[in-house]
């Protein structure tokens, strides 16, 4: 699979990828990395990217000029690729976002800078819009990594073990039940006693108690979404 990240600064995505699962992937062929800075197709002499804003308002926008361009060429080089802007102004990005988007061939990510990207750019080239998050970060790099990441898991081969997938948070609505490593006793602290019995049909039922009780406490509306289901399926 091969993702494009469409931004003005490539080095603060590129050491992401060179250590640990994602590496590998990259390493075996899995996954392929390509960057496109808008301010290399700039027409302006200084190679701009942005200006003031029409109408007023503090900060500046990127201009579309510098984004048509590289945008454009970005699909003349790929017809099939699926281009997602990130901004806060957006659909909540999800878990079956991230398993939907693992099918394509080609997914490119755009960072906004400054003010944000002027909204023609988006209009013209937008397959999807996805924000991480109600909050404002200084650019859109860190949440184009963070969708490229989440739909990289998901992809055949980068996982070492693909049951590691069926157990997550956010494939059921209920978040994920607490797991536990050795050493069985730890700073006074043990491991759920029922862990260490072997017994797996009980296991499993604890576990999903424990699911619902953290769900309960920190997402209490994917609780209620679970029952609701479980309700329509009886």
């Known amino acids: 699979m091969h ?12 050491g992401y990828f060179s250590d640990s699962i994602l590496k590998r992937a990259i390493a075996k062929g899995i996954l392929d990395i390509s960057y496109l800075n808008p301010r290399d197709y700039s027409t302006n002499k200084h190679h701009k990217v942005d200006d003031t804003a029409v109408g007023g308002g503090a900060g500046m926008v990127m201009n579309p000029q510098p984004l048509f361009d590289c945008l454009d060429d970005l699909q003349k080089r790929d017809g099939d690729v699926h281009i997602v802007f990130v901004t806060p102004v957006a659909k909540p990005f999800t878990q079956n976002d991230a398993k939907r988007l693992a099918t394509k061939s080609h997914v490119a990510f755009v960072s906004g800078r400054y003010e944000g990207i002027d909204e023609r750019v988006i209009e013209r080239y ?38 590691s997938l069926e157990i997550e948070s956010f494939e059921s609505e209920l978040l994920e039940a607490p797991s536990f490593s050795k050493p069985k006793q730890y700073a006074g602290l043990s491991v759920v006693s029922e862990y260490l019995k072997g017994n797996h049909s009980k296991i499993r039922s604890l576990k999903s108690a424990l699911s619902e009780a953290k769900t309960k406490f920190f997402r209490p509306e994917q609780l209620l979404k679970h029952k609701t289901r479980k309700s329509y399926e009886k």
């Open 126 to 163: 937008a397959d999807e819009v996805f924000s991480i998050g109600d909050y404002i970060l200084t650019g859109g790099e860190l949440a184009s990594l963070v969708l490229c990441d989440a739909i990289s898991r998901n992809v055949s081969e980068v996982l070492g073990n693909s049951e």
């Open 3 to 14: 993702f494009t990240f469409v931004t003005l600064f490539s080095s603060l995505i590129e």
